[in-house]
């Protein structure tokens, strides 16, 4: 275990984090159980009173976990100068089994409390709160997800002991070793580029297709996470070799770096962003049936724009970005 | 808009030793554009009954319609947003906020709707200038006579330009001479085609000849009569 | 945009409210201000040491070779040097001759480093500014130190060292090898350890194995080692204090929660007010919040600032000692100031988090005021 100002604030958020959650989750349970709209008992106004509060508490555990996820990154990346040989953060997550987990993990939750927030805000605007039995049941989902996020942070953080020799970028993405991420160094770069643009024209087509014709939220929520796959992995093995000048290195962290001009800033902000507005988007749109929501349609539509605006900005700097490039490997390196 | 009641009951303190009710079952209608007025001694239910009225409080059972609208069970949320859309408000203490300025006090209610900013000031000025505070607008509220303090509390009551105004005891701190002025000028907003619903243990107020309809209450029902 | 304009609204009302009630909020103001300058000061403090470090080896042979004797470091002959031969991917190698001296009147230990660079003649000595500080000596004067032999020797002070590294330099003393092998006893040939210079890091692993493979007796110690070691030391010291520095958090907190859930009637009376002329429970709690964002920044701003200047142009006295002291010489230097992302988002975790968990239920409290509170 490393005694460090970081780590110990990433153990310290996620530790109120999941009071919190755990609060909500009780009220949850009391809630699924007493909710009647119509009643004017004191439990009802009690329980509807209490309603303000959970939405509180998970709008800020929205932004603590948002700042958490940087921050673990960040410290990762910060902690590769104690292991000898891990040259950035993914060295160091390498460093024992729960890092990838720990970082999927927030990813996650991150989606999932966007969600949460997006269905809270639909809902606060139906006279009848008719979404309220599903918001907390999906609130009792996320429960379980932000105990196991703690737990493999603190395992993570406990496992550390610095010095140990761990691979660096570029024995992580060496092709022959196995796992998640030497698979994905393995994707070679052209085809790369074409499942990226297929699935960059898909999303937006289908964003669009969602703004005209106000149809095809299923679709749209399909094509948003198979884009965010697509743009993660293209990331790593299309993306940073380009921006890196270097044909084997495949990290997708040295990019959020001063050296690259925090170019992972202007890739990963509007990627995440525009995924997680086109899973609002979606998950908004299931409901326009329900009459107290039918006059809400203009937010699914607000989502599913942004969504289009910020996959379509995301393109655009990955395109910059290779086109800038010093680098040249089509029909050279492959 | 008229305002529906429907075997309304109040109950405080439900399923505790402590259990009150405050209001035991009351059906009754306001007519809209006209001037109502609930009377009965303290203690009868009327503060309770005229936070039901004007949707500050939800009854226990019973329905509450305003116009076609169901209010009753409506959750806070929605209730509120009705609210102040629909009812001005004038308290019995005035309850003007300390510390802040005339002009300031009564742009308070607009506040959560949003207007911009120049006219929702326009708006606040030409309140002030009908109720001749055009001088005071930037004088501290507790620096004011009790008449003034009143004819502020009417102009915040009406920034929001509301069908209905509701006002609780609304000469408790008043002179005679000044608790008639406020009848007058509840007079004119009636004539004006505004719903007047006070609740008064004061005879000046309910045996004005401007009342056009009295409800009386009590122990929480009301009286025939 | 009547979003945006609606939080305008109720960040104007806020800022009126906090004004009207200075006097309470000052005294928040101000711990929060005290907890953010102190473990900013902190924070600022160790990060400019370890930046200095970092800075200091950024020249420094990547790799250091020390014979080992059954366990114990012992000098290294000179021809080892011609049994390792040719190593790929070395650019220079040489023999150094360095070592701790305690002076006993003074009660402190210099580091003696023999030099070839600056050609000294055998009576000449430059030294560290910490040094000439303690002994009261400035070029031109003489000093003496006594040898291994039980003799004293005597030399002239040449020039100081410019005190821009201080941090490494304080506790210097440079000598020629000729006096330093008189001073110490040492012979001809004999090293107290060799330095490798290897031009590409990814390559001084690999020069590191083929050594030890070569010389079995001896021990690389790489710069990248001694750079994570630092790196751990400081983060740990930094550490510490933080979790010494916990209990004040806690007790901010608690602070902050009281603040927040005792409101005077005055203040609940307002917020009655609020509900009952149309504000709702979402409004209050917004502007609750703005009002502790306020705070919150003014605080972060405030005791940023302080711990700033605090440590980079006072020179940190409240935590000299404990983050920075590993010799009796104090070095006397600026950090050359540095901030960075990680450093915020750390603080405004150990800082800003807790304050808005303490203020979430409070305010909530007062929010759910009933709307006719204010009529009963």
Redesign the interface.
């Known amino acids: 275990m490393l005694l460090n100002p970081a780590i110990l604030a990433l153990l310290l958020v996620s530790a109120v984090v999941l009071l919190m959650v755990l609060v909500a989750g009780q009220f949850a349970l009391r809630l699924l159980r007493h909710w009647e709209i119509g009643s004017g008992s004191e439990r009802q106004l009690c329980l509807e009173r209490r309603t303000y509060l959970i939405s509180t508490l998970m709008s800020w555990v929205f932004v603590f976990e948002l700042l958490s996820l940087l921050l673990f990154v960040y410290t990762a990346e910060s902690l590769s100068g104690q292991f000898v040989g891990a040259m950035c953060a993914t060295g160091v997550l390498n460093a024992n089994p729960w890092g990838w987990p720990t970082l999927l993990l927030k990813i996650a939750l991150f989606f999932g409390g966007a969600l949460w927030l997006a269905l809270n805000g639909l809902d606060n605007r139906g006279y009848d709160y008719p979404l309220i039995r599903h918001k907390y049941t999906l609130l009792l989902l996320l429960v379980p997800l932000v105990v196991v996020e703690a737990f493999s942070q603190l395992r993570f953080f406990l496992g550390l002991s610095p010095n140990i020799i761990t691979s660096c970028c570029g024995t992580l993405f060496s092709s022959n070793t196995e796992g998640v991420a030497a698979e994905v160094s393995a994707l070679p770069a052209d085809t790369m580029a074409w499942a990226l643009a297929l699935s960059g024209v898909a999303v937006l087509m289908s964003g669009l297709g969602y703004m005209k014709w106000g149809r095809g939220a299923s679709l749209l929520a399909v094509t948003t996470m198979v884009a965010f796959v697509t743009a993660l992995l293209a990331v790593v093995s299309l993306l940073s070799p380009y921006i890196y000048e270097h044909p084997h290195h495949h990290c997708p962290f040295c990019i959020l770096k001063s050296g690259h001009g925090y170019i992972g800033y202007l890739l990963y902000i509007p990627l995440f962003a525009a995924t997680a507005s086109g899973l609002a988007a979606a998950a908004t749109a299931i409901w326009r049936k329900i009459p107290s929501l039918s006059a809400y349609g203009f937010i699914t539509l607000g989502y599913a724009r942004l969504s289009v605006v910020l996959f379509l900005l995301f393109y655009l700097i990955s395109a910059w970005s290779v086109f800038r490039s010093n680098l040249v490997m089509q029909g050279v390196w492959w | 808009m008229e305002i529906r009641l429907d075997a309304v009951r109040k109950v405080f303190n439900q399923g505790r030793p402590n259990e009150f009710c405050a209001i035991r079952g009351v059906s009754l209608r306001i007519e809209a554009e006209r001037i109502s007025c609930v009377k009965g001694a303290s203690g009868s239910g009327k503060t309770t009954l005229l936070s039901m009225i004007g949707s500050l409080s939800r009854p226990t059972s019973g329905r509450i319609h305003l116009g076609d609208r169901l209010l009753s069970g409506l959750p806070e949320r929605f209730l509120t947003d009705i609210r102040r859309h629909t009812f001005g408000f004038i308290f019995q203490r005035f309850n003007l906020i300390p510390g802040l300025s005339v002009l300031q006090n009564i742009i308070l209610p607009a506040f959560p709707l949003a207007p911009s900013y120049k006219q929702l000031i326009e708006n606040a000025h030409r309140l002030l200038e009908v109720y001749g505070l055009a001088d005071k607008a930037d004088s501290r509220v507790e620096w004011l006579s009790g008449g003034e303090a009143q004819r502020v509390a009417i102009c915040r009551a009406l920034i929001n330009g509301p069908q209905i105004l509701v006002a609780d005891e609304p000469t408790a701190n008043l002179d005679s001479e000044h608790s008639q002025r406020f009848m007058q000028q509840m007079a004119e907003l009636q004539r004006a085609g505004k719903t007047v619903i006070l609740a008064s243990h004061d005879p000046l107020v309910y045996d004005n000849a401007e009342v056009d309809r009295i409800i009386s209450l009590r122990d929480g029902l009301l009286e025939e009569g | 945009m009547?979003?945006l304009?609606?939080q305008?609204?109720?960040l104007?009302?806020s800022l009126?409210s906090l004004l009207?009630r200075k006097r309470k909020h000052l005294s928040l103001l101000f711990t929060y201000t005290l907890i953010i300058f102190l473990l900013a000061s902190v924070?600022l403090f160790s990060n400019g040491l370890k930046g200095e470090v970092t800075h200091a080896l950024a020249a420094s042979p990547e790799i250091v070779l020390q014979r080992i004797e059954a366990g114990r470091h012992a000098l290294i002959p000179a021809d080892y040097l011609q049994r390792l031969g040719r190593l790929r991917g070395v650019s220079a190698s040489k023999g150094r001759l360095w070592g701790y001296y305690f002076d006993s009147a003074l009660q402190a230990n210099y580091t003696l480093i023999a030099s070839d660079e600056e050609q000294l003649s055998a009576t000449e000595v430059i030294l560290g500014s910490a040094v000439a500080r303690m002994r009261g000596i400035g070029p031109g004067d003489f000093t003496s130190m006594r040898g291994a032999d039980g003799n004293a020797y005597s030399f002239r002070v040449k020039s100081l060292l410019d005190s821009e590294s201080e941090l490494f330099s304080a506790d210097l003393v440079l000598i020629s090898p000729k006096a330093y092998r008189k001073l110490f006893a040492i012979d001809e040939g004999l090293f107290t350890d060799i330095v490798f210079t290897v031009r590409n890091s990814?390559e001084v692993?690999k020069v590191a194995q083929k050594i030890v493979s070569r010389l079995p007796d001896t021990r690389p110690i790489?710069k990248?080692?001694i750079?994570?070691?630092y790196?751990?030391i400081f983060?740990?010291r930094?550490?510490?204090l933080?979790?010494l520095l916990a209990t004040s958090i806690l007790a901010f907190v608690i602070f902050a929660w009281d603040r927040a859930s005792g409101l005077s009637a005055?203040e609940r009376?307002?917020i009655?007010?609020?509900k009952?002329?149309?504000?709702?429970?979402?409004?209050i709690?917004q502007m609750k919040f703005w009002e502790g964002g306020v705070i919150s920044l003014l605080a972060f701003l405030c005791g940023y600032l302080l711990a700033y200047l605090h440590v980079f142009y006072t020179g940190a006295p409240l935590f000299e000692p404990v983050l920075k002291g590993w010799s009796v010489l104090y070095p006397n230097f600026m950090l050359t100031p540095s901030v960075d992302?990680?450093q915020l988002?750390?603080l405004?975790?150990?800082t800003v988090?807790?304050y808005?968990?303490a203020i979430?239920?409070p305010?909530?409290q007062v929010?759910?005021t009933?709307?006719?509170a204010?009529?009963?």
Do not use: C, H, N
């Open positions: 009547s979003t304009q609606r305008r609204y109720l104007d009302y009126s009207r924070m990814r692993e790489l990248q080692e750079l994570s070691t790196d751990a983060s740990w930094q550490g510490i933080f979790v005055e009376r307002e009655g007010i609020l009952a002329i149309g504000w709702e429970t979402s409004d709690l992302g990680l988002a750390t405004f975790l150990f988090f807790p808005v968990v979430i239920f305010i909530w929010a759910i009933d709307p006719d204010v009529m009963r």
